[in-house]
């Protein structure tokens, strides 16, 4: 919208207050404020919700891939076999034999649930995700035979251990005896602590040597629990998988990430549309601060606006001008509520543990949120939305009052000056 200089000299005089329009101006600076919280605030959620979902996945996918063919009663024989037909389906990029069992794990009378996984050593070696998130210890130190394990933090929390502890596994499924099975119970030393930032495998997951598993389970050198199976494409993981599922029928199970975790993610994506909905009214009633205020402007300036129109000014002229009013305060309003949720995110965890200590409330369990950090990931095109949703609103709500000061009948309001 091009204004001439002296629609925008009148658009900035009308924009400051003048005497007796004080008020005007309140109501418009609330306006402002208005537009700047709701925006900051859908940033903020948006990118939270988003960061949310993006961290919840990057770690889901990469402790338990993209899909996992499960052996039936937890058995899958063969595995070279199926690690090989898998690696040859176009779109599979890798294929991970491993094993992964509940059991019981003990130290100084503690005992707790935890999910023993046993890998290959070169697939423990080539996962960023627990070597870039080792805490103590070393990953090095798990070599087959060595009877050395690696627990999540939680874990070692909940047990009391540290590295160089020894922490005894108790399987079910030991040996048979005239009495009945004898439970299997094995001591190994901690080697590394690791904290991934997921609570469940922080709390409960041990990991070891696939040989060593295959040992304390009893299972033989070519048999395992499950093959994970990582893709090129995560979102294309049920259309790259499918004909797995139909090889591998009479052997096991082939689940996807998107089954495995629909009821989170779908509940997530739920909870994000229900909240950009929700937030998007504060918008809209701050749009509707600024029609008011525009209104207000309008009758306050009536006279005003006869003289102009009397000097010659055309009705698109007053309308390009109080259009100008309206947009320069959703854009001042928008840009500085974008900064705001920019300083907000870039600050979110230390803002967040400011809250918790002001309320004694726990606003970030780990137990319930999975992820035990505050994430956050902004993404610019939602931010475009978001700005455009702002503007976009506000300028349809502006055309009311700019009209209305353009449809102003200079005869009326001068009749009796």
Partial sequence: MILSRHERMIAKRYLLPGKGERFIFVVASISLVAVMLGVMALVVVMSVMNGFRADLLDRVVG????AVVQGYGGRLPNWQEIVDEAEATPGVVSATPMIEHPLMASFTGRVEGVQARGMRI?????????????????????VPGANNIAIGSRLAVSLGAVVGSQVSLISPEGRSTPFGTVPRIVSYNVAAIFEVGVYDWDKAFVLMPLEDAQTL????????????????NPDDV?????????????????????????????ALEIERVVMFVILSLIILVAVFNILSSLIMLVRAKKRDIAIMRTMGATRSSMT?????????????????????????LQYRQGVLNFVQRLTGANLWDPSVRFITELPSRTDPFEVLMIAALALGSAFIFTLYPAFKAASTDPVEVLRYE
Avoid: K, Q
């Fill in 238 to 266: 049920a259309e790259i998988v499918e004909p797995l599922a139909m090889r591998f029928a009479d052997r096991g199970v082939v689940t996807n990430w998107r089954e495995m975790n629909s009821e989170i993610f779908e």
């Fill in 122 to 142: 070169e697939d423990i070696r080539a996962n960023e995700l627990l070597n870039s998130n080792v805490r103590a210890g070393d990953m090095a130190e798990l």
């Fill in 63 to 66: 402790l338990n891939g993209h």
């Fill in 217 to 232: 389970l009893l299972l033989d050198e070519n048999t395992v629990g499950i093959v994970e199976i990582d893709t090129a």
């Fill in 320 to 344: 390009r001008i109080f259009l100008t009013i309206g947009m320069t305060t959703s854009t001042l309003g928008t840009i500085l509520g974008i900064i705001l949720a920019m300083l907000l």
